[in-house]
């Protein structure tokens, strides 16, 4: 019992675990009393490394019992060449239908001891040769059908060996996936000649000139299993009856020796005709075929049969399917299929279908030929029947990034391999990964496709974690591209106007609305000269663009923006990557493009924002809070003066240029806008206020004052637009032992500091730090101590002074100093006993004086948003003057916001609600059309365009439809501010 035991223990260490293996061992003479034989350790050991060394030794021992003769070649040859033993064992260990082959057709193993077929002749040859007769006539009947079946079982054998002996012997050479799939259709295609070989036999007539077979799907594709039904269509000429029998006789004779041979995709499917002209078949597609015949199609090829009729059916369908995309709804109708397909996928094996589920291998073939048939009508590259050759093109094109490419096509064939082996276990048809219960099943499978046992894993846990990578990578990239929605876009131009140098090109461009087509032209050569990947990504994205900027108001601006900005960002990588990826950002992108001139010449200097334009929730932002925090502490790190200034200019634009996208595509309203554009300009200050202090502090080796900058007009308002200048005041408080003198000129030269650092020249919206407002104004000294402001405000004040100080805030330097300035103005703006009537009558006029001093010559008077009826300053005025005169009464007043104030007048009994509603609404309309005319024109300006593009612009930012007329949107601002004019005539004037 002792020896027994350590034998079976011996066997096992051989991964034998069937008690059945000693005597087969035995039996074969590779086991003795004391062991295994010295001479057949090689053939143990690579016995020991198949996927299931049972599986193998029990094939073994069936070919040895069927033919003792045969058994002594074999074993002989097992033990002496390593190559036939890697390939034969890996065979027998891998499929028991193919080891069931060899046990009743004992001499096939002779086949794998020479060269193996590997091209279509040597298929074709050897079917052809197995269907002789002695007499050199062709079998039929029931014989033909079982001497193709042993031929064809015979090839499949050694496409078999070749494809798994480098499991069990390392170092063989390996064929890959793609040479695998390319053998296996290859002996597929010879199987359909041989069948028709018997076929003619048995009609007594040849095929020439009446039938051509027309492989489909993945025989179409060369990309074949080993266990597939082979789709097909038959194409017939002349004597209709006997292409039909001839066709009927081929699907029954291979149908039965090899593969079924389906013949569903023919047009009008089972109910169809199985054999159809040419003709009848261009009729019935120009007619009748739904999308999914023509996705099929796109695999057709003639593998059999008379070949001028196979061509002449491949170039009537050729056109056909690369114009499909041109069909009302393809794409949706593509993507509508892939989900009907998906659902039928029973939810028990969702997570384990190869072929069918997500992350599968049709969500690969789905993308890849949806974007064939988009795409591949203009471009010949990407007209391959492979799915790899395809994804390939598509890669090197640019229609798909190269890692996407890359990642995509490694997980297609991990599971093209997986599938190979599941089916070829038994060669049956199937798809269905084993459950991750099934721990046997796993570990075989695991073996025959060569993983390892890794990181803690068993082969069968490592496999189950690959095949989850990898089905999550082929679903994100599915989703990711499948789905993309620049897809729609491109099957939404027509196929002629894909082709963009044409003649016919510029008559659409005119058509379209460019005003000058030949320069449209120009830019798009520019754009897509070359052959490198570069140009075949813009070649495919300037169809769409061009549809999308003719909805903008500038088409022709928005071209030569979108020339500037790619040559500018040519050698950014992910630029083109993300407009490709990111239809949502391609959209936006146009838009912005042509509308606004603001925007591409801040999109140069600040690429990033153009990521954020496909996700709203990133293009909002952080709050304005968060934002300045940020800024503020980058600044602050910076190592000097100029450095900290750089990255200041650097955030603001990156924040100016996110703001103006946000409000152009209608994601932010007028007070949020304000706030942010407030913010952003006081973290500016902030951040270079700091920085100049720092550096004057340092180089003096002493801190001779403190400074405050007090935010003044739509700064201290937080009512800031685009192009607005930084209205500001500058205090100062003296160090202890230090004179007034020498403060205010430590703080004028840091407050002058910051001003010529930020109001350097920029290529940016400027930066303008504007003191102007400052006691004896530019006459007077840029900074005075807290003191000297209170003295003069004592003595000199004036009451528009007063009106001034409505909106100052406290921004930026010392808390303290700024705390304290507030409360010493407080009392002046919100004077205890209101306003008399001498100094309201004195506001009046300063104001009469203003509009007819300041208004431009020409100027129309119900179109200025600044100075206009009903405009901006109508209102603010209106609210200053009501604040000076009840501030002291009504604490809701006190506040530095005009919209803020606004709120409080109906509730104090100043203003009605619909009165305060009206001025409210117009002061948001008046705030947003001189941002719209910044954005648009690139430049601020307070004037509404009368007419032209500007004005089309203009009237879109602000919510108009593309073709209305914008003359509507100037009626709709003259009856809002005309409404709030009157409003102001009775508060201003007359209350």
Not at 25 to 37: C, I, K, N, Q, T
Not at 95 to 124: E, I, V
Not at 377 to 405: F, H, I, K
Not at 518 to 526: N, P, T, V
Request: proline share 4%; with cysteine.
């Amino acid at each position: 019992m002792a020896d027994r035991a350590r034998t079976t223990a011996s066997a096992a260490r051989y991964g034998f675990t069937d008690a059945r293996a000693e005597g087969q061992l035995r039996a074969a003479g590779w086991w003795a009393d004391d062991g295994p034989v010295d001479t057949a350790a090689d053939v143990l050991v690579a016995l020991s490394r198949t996927a299931d060394p049972d599986l193998a030794l029990r094939g073994l021992d069936r070919i040895r019992e069927a033919d003792a003769a045969e058994w002594a070649d074999l074993e002989a040859r097992l033990r002496t060449h390593r190559t036939f033993r890697g390939r034969f064992l890996s065979v027998l260990g891998t499929s028991s239908a193919l080891a069931d082959f060899l046990a009743a057709n004992p001499d096939q193993w002779r086949s794998l001891t020479g060269d193996k077929c590997t091209d279509s002749a040597c298929y074709r040859e050897a079917l052809r040769t197995a269907l002789l007769a002695d007499d050199g006539s062709v079998l039929t009947g029931l014989k033909a059908e079982q001497a193709l079946k042993v031929a064809y079982r015979g090839q499949l054998l050694g496409i078999a060996a070749a494809d798994l002996g480098h499991v069990v012997e390392a170092g063989l050479e390996h064929p890959g996936y793609a040479e695998v799939a390319a053998q296996l259709t290859e002996l597929a295609e010879a199987a359909l000649a041989a069948g028709l070989v018997v076929a003619e036999a048995e009609a007594g007539a040849s095929a020439e000139g009446t039938l051509a077979i027309i492989a489909m799907g993945k025989c179409g594709g060369r990309e074949l299993n080993y266990v597939s039904d082979v789709d097909v269509i038959f194409a017939g000429e002349g004597d209709l009856g006997l292409a039909t029998r001839l066709a009927s006789t081929v699907m029954r004779v291979v149908g039965k020796a090899c593969f079924e041979v389906d013949a569903a995709l023919r047009p009008e499917g089972k109910a169809g005709a199985l054999v159809r002209t040419v003709d009848s078949h261009r009729g019935y597609y120009q007619k009748w075929a739904k999308t999914w015949e023509f996705q099929a199609l796109l695999k057709a090829r003639p593998v059999a049969g008379d070949a001028e009729l196979g061509r002449q059916y491949a170039e009537m369908v050729a056109p056909l399917v690369w114009s499909a995309a041109d069909r009302e709804n393809f794409v949706a109708e593509v993507q509508q299929m892939r989900r009907r397909v998906e659902g039928h996928v029973p939810s028990e094996h969702a997570e384990r279908e190869l072929k069918l589920g997500r992350g599968g291998l049709r969500d690969v073939e789905f993308a890849v030929q949806l974007l064939q048939l988009v795409h591949g009508r203009v471009d010949a590259d990407l007209r391959s029947p492979s799915t790899m050759d395809a994804l390939e093109a598509l890669g090197e094109g640019g229609y798909v990034g190269r890692q996407d490419a890359a990642e995509l096509g490694a997980s297609y064939e991990f599971l093209r391999m997986i599938e190979h082996r599941l089916q070829l276990r038994r060669l049956r048809r199937t798809h269905l990964f084993p459950a991750a219960a099934d721990t046997d099943e796993l570990r075989i499978l695991a073996r025959a496709s060569g993983i390892k046992a890794s990181g803690g894993k068993s082969q069968g846990e490592a496999l189950l974690a690959e095949f989850r990578r990898h089905g999550k990578g082929i679903r994100r990239l599915h989703e990711k591209i499948f789905y993309r929605p620049l897809l729609q876009s491109v099957a939404n131009v027509p196929t002629e106007a894909l082709r963009l140098t044409t003649k016919q090109a510029s008559s659409r461009l005119a058509a379209l609305g460019y005003t000058a087509p030949d320069g449209a032209l120009q830019h798009i050569k520019a754009l897509t000269a070359g052959v490198s990947r570069r140009a075949a990504i813009q070649q495919a994205l300037l169809p769409v663009l061009l549809d999308l900027f003719a909805d903008t108001p500038d088409p022709d601006g928005g071209l030569l923006s979108y020339r500037k900005v790619s040559e500018a960002l040519e050698e950014t990588p992910w630029y083109l990557r993300v407009l490709r990826d990111e239809g949502t950002v391609v959209e936006n992108l146009a838009f912005l493009l042509g509308t606004s001139r603001l925007v591409p010449d801040l999109l140069v200097r600040a690429p990033e924002v153009l990521q954020l334009l496909g996700d709203p929730a990133r293009l909002l932002g952080r709050t304005p809070a968060e934002v300045a925090t940020s800024l503020r502490a980058a600044v602050r790190r910076q190592p000097g003066l100029n450095a900290a200034v750089a990255a200041a200019r650097s955030l603001r634009r990156h924040e100016l240029l996110r703001v103006a996208c946000a409000d152009l595509l209608g994601l932010l309203d007028v007070p949020a806008i304000c706030e942010a554009l407030s913010s952003v300009w006081v973290a500016v200050l902030q951040g270079a206020l700091a920085a100049a202090f720092r550096q004057r502090q340092a180089e003096l080796g002493r801190t001779p004052a403190r400074i405050a900058v007090i935010g003044m007009g739509r700064l201290g308002g937080a009512e800031l637009g685009y192009g607005s200048d930084a209205d500001v005041l500058f205090v100062c408080e003296p160090s202890k032992g230090v004179s007034d003198a020498d403060a205010a000129k430590f703080a004028s030269s840091v407050a002058e500091t910051v001003r010529k650092m930020l109001g350097a020249p920029s290529s940016d919206p400027a930066l303008e730090v504007d003191a102007d407002l400052r006691p004896e104004g530019r006459s007077g000294p840029l900074v005075r101590t807290l003191e000297s402001y209170r003295a003069y405000y004592a003595r000199w004040g004036e009451v528009w002074e007063a009106q001034a100080l409505l909106r100052a805030r406290f921004i930026a330097g010392d808390d303290d100093l700024g705390e304290r300035f507030i409360a010493m103005i407080d009392p002046i703006r919100y004077p205890e006993s209101g306003l008399d009537g001498t100094k309201a009558r004195e506001i009046r006029r300063i104001k009469a004086r203003v509009e007819t001093e300041r208004m431009p010559r020409g100027a129309d008077a119900t179109l200025h948003t600044k100075l206009g009826r009903g405009g901006l300053a109508d209102v603010e005025w209106t609210v200053q003057l009501l604040q000076l005169q009840h501030a002291c009464s009504v604490p809701g007043l006190r506040t530095t916001s005009t919209l803020d104030a606004l709120a409080v007048l109906p509730e104090a009994g100043l203003a009605s609600q619909s009165e305060a509603d009206s001025l409210r609404e117009a002061w948001l309309l008046a705030t947003r059309v001189r941002n719209a005319g910044m954005l648009v024109r690139g430049k601020a300006v307070d004037q509404v365009p009368g007419s032209g593009r500007d004005l089309a612009a203009v009237a879109r930012v602000l919510g108009q439809s593309a073709g209305d007329d914008p003359g509507e949107f100037l009626d709709s601002y003259r009856r809002t501010t005309r409404r709030a004019h009157a409003v102001v005539e009775h508060l201003f004037y007359e209350a």
